[in-house]
């Protein structure tokens, strides 16, 4: 049984043959813009965190290798333990080396060399300690070597400077031979992955540098990234909150792309399957008790609503599903599992944990409790067609009730007419549409079970079975 969702196998041959998530014909799309623009610019992919993006870009690397590109993957996450982003690009660019670009590729490296160095300061010691005098020297004569220095440090800085920014043209002008010698008409796709999750520092320095030393005819950057995390990095570099990331970041994006996310219904049956829920849900020993034969159905129906509710990433989406199939283990063949209310409990503990710990330790009245269960599942009402929401929401109040902590209020009152109504307020159905499945759960062989049973398998704390 998988705990984690496991890098996905890329086929050489057929690299989005394991892809479920139907993102073939955008890797196309991207594929065409970058063979049309050969002449290089830079492109971002901009998803947010947990959308599966380093999968794609994966993806969509082999594919493209399958056509004749050349291209490099970098991890800019994996590499910001280095302070100069210029060694870890080189580095990449150093595994397109052959006989043929071999010499050029020496002549970059020489010239990057120059950029690399960190002049200033090394020269400034040496400057100072070529001019300051001694304590016990006189007073004029420092002021006047300390005067020498400042102008000697000036100079040469000056002297760096064009030296440096005449280095920066013959740097490009050598990587842009390095590039066309490797008797390729296709451009070289550079792709940047997880810049966002970098040090905010060496982010930055990324994109600058591609702009002034890698921006040359016949390279394609494609920036991998989340632009909201990458923006709190620039603000953060720069101290401010008030710079505008969005045309600080235009200065290196030429072309912004947005992988379409999949259906949450689609998705949600592929995780489904991806982790193997059959194994429980069909098992032959539970199927064997009438009641659980629709166990499967109604988890998918109440998992698509509550995922649709709150539009979670599909990491998130990943993780409340692996944490559900862990807990399932902790039951029986022949135990109640109340699929509508145990997923229903996971996602609140998930994305709502201080509502989790009021209803664990009993604080909520039942009106309370159901105007926010009502909450959760209001929004997507129009996704709800196949799954009887009032009973959700009967069984949810009906089970809290039971919990020894809350005294078991009057959940259903008896009319003198021997018919039955309920003081709670439903925002999700009529008082009589309420009372009715309330009346119909009392008859329920696990009438008498309570929301704890549930709570206890959610938090781990019964053991659990792996047979």
């Not at 080396?97 to 300061?121: H, Q």
């Not at 300051?132 to 005067?147: C, F, K, Q, R």
């Not at 829920?277 to 009438?290: E, H, I, M, V, W």
């Amino acid at each position: 049984m998988k705990i984690k969702h496991q890098e996905i196998e890329i086929s050489k041959e057929n690299p989005f043959a394991n892809c479920k998530l139907g993102r073939e014909p955008f890797a196309k799309i991207l594929s065409d813009i970058v063979n049309t623009y050969a002449d290089g610019f830079v492109l971002a992919i901009n998803n947010e965190w947990g959308t599966g993006k380093t999968t794609f870009v994966k993806m969509w690397q082999q594919q493209l290798n399958s056509k004749g590109f050349q291209t490099i993957y970098f991890n800019a996450w994996e590499n910001d333990f280095d302070s100069n982003p210029l060694v870890a690009l080189m580095s990449e660019l150093q595994t397109l080396t052959n006989s043929k670009n071999k010499k050029v590729f020496k002549s970059v490296i020489e010239k990057g060399a120059v950029l690399v160095k960190n002049i200033v300061p090394t020269l400034t010691k040496s400057l100072i300690k070529k001019y300051v005098v001694d304590l016990d020297e006189i007073a004029i004569d420092a002021i006047e070597n300390s005067t020498k220095a400042s102008t000697e440090i000036l100079e040469e800085k000056i002297k760096e400077y064009s030296s440096k920014k005449k280095t920066i043209v013959e740097f490009r002008k050598e990587l842009g031979k390095f590039v066309k010698q490797a008797d390729n008409s296709k451009p070289l796709i550079f792709i940047i992955d997880e810049l966002d999750r970098c040090r905010p520092n060496y982010a930055v320095e990324v994109l600058e540098q591609i702009k002034h030393f890698f921006s040359v005819k016949g390279i394609v950057f494609v920036l991998s990234i989340d632009k909201k995390h990458l923006g709190a990095s620039i603000k953060g570099v720069y101290g401010s909150e008030e710079i505008n990331t969005e045309e600080y970041l235009r200065r290196f994006i030429d072309l912004e792309y947005s992988i379409p996310i999949p259906t949450t219904a689609d998705f949600v049956k592929y995780l489904f399957e991806y982790y193997n829920f059959s194994d429980f849900f069909s098992n032959p020993l539970r199927l064997k008790f009438q009641q659980f034969r629709k166990d499967s159905d109604v988890f998918l129906r109440i998992s698509e609503i509550l995922l649709t509710k709150n539009n979670l990433t599909l990491r998130q989406q990943e993780r409340i599903f692996a944490m559900t199939r862990l807990i399932l283990c902790s039951f029986e063949s022949n135990q109640f599992a109340f699929p509508l209310i145990l997923f229903l409990l996971i996602y609140i503990k998930f994305v709502h944990n201080d509502f989790f710990n009021q209803i664990e330790k009993n604080e909520l009245n039942l009106q309370d409790l159901n105007n926010s269960i009502a909450e959760l599942i209001l929004q997507n009402i129009h996704n709800s067609k196949k799954l009887n929401v009032s009973y959700v929401e009967a069984l949810f109040l009906w089970l809290y009730n039971n919990n020894e902590q809350n005294g078991q209020s009057e959940i259903l009152i008896l009319n003198d007419d021997g018919s039955f109504s309920t003081s709670i307020q439903s925002k999700i159905s009529d008082s009589k549409e309420l009372t009715k499945n309330l009346v119909s759960i009392s008859n329920q062989e696990f009438a008498d079970l309570d929301l704890s049973f549930l709570i206890k398998k959610i938090n781990l704390t019964e053991p659990l079975l792996f047979t």
